[in-house]
């Protein structure tokens, strides 16, 4: 696959990126070299890879959802300007 100047001026313009008209070549050659890597890729041979999520193999590290800590609600508000029944209290922003 080949880029036109068409379709790099195309490109720019969707990205919101101003280029001037005599960096058009050489965002030109750039693009066309990042899709001749990507073509490149193409002909790697995978079968039999299993994907991955990471380089490395690993195991996500779980633990148990147990509650811990809980019951502090009149230490959390104590230096509140104002609660109420253990809650925070703040002024009306919307109406």
Excluded: C, W, Y
Excluded at 29 to 41: D, M, P, R, T, Y
Excluded at 51 to 74: H, L
């Amino acid at each position: 696959m080949s880029v036109d100047e068409a379709t790099v001026r195309r490109i720019a313009h969707l990205s919101r990126i101003a280029i001037e008209d005599s960096d058009v070549p050489r965002m030109q050659g750039e693009l066309n070299a990042i899709l001749a890597f990507v073509e490149q890729l193409n002909e790697v041979d995978v079968s039999g890879v299993e994907p991955m999520t990471a380089v490395t193999p690993m195991r996500m590290k779980k633990r148990e959802d147990v509650v811990t800590d809980g019951g502090k609600s009149a230490v959390i508000v104590a230096n509140a300007p104002a609660t109420e029944d253990g809650f925070f209290l703040v002024p009306k922003v919307v109406e």
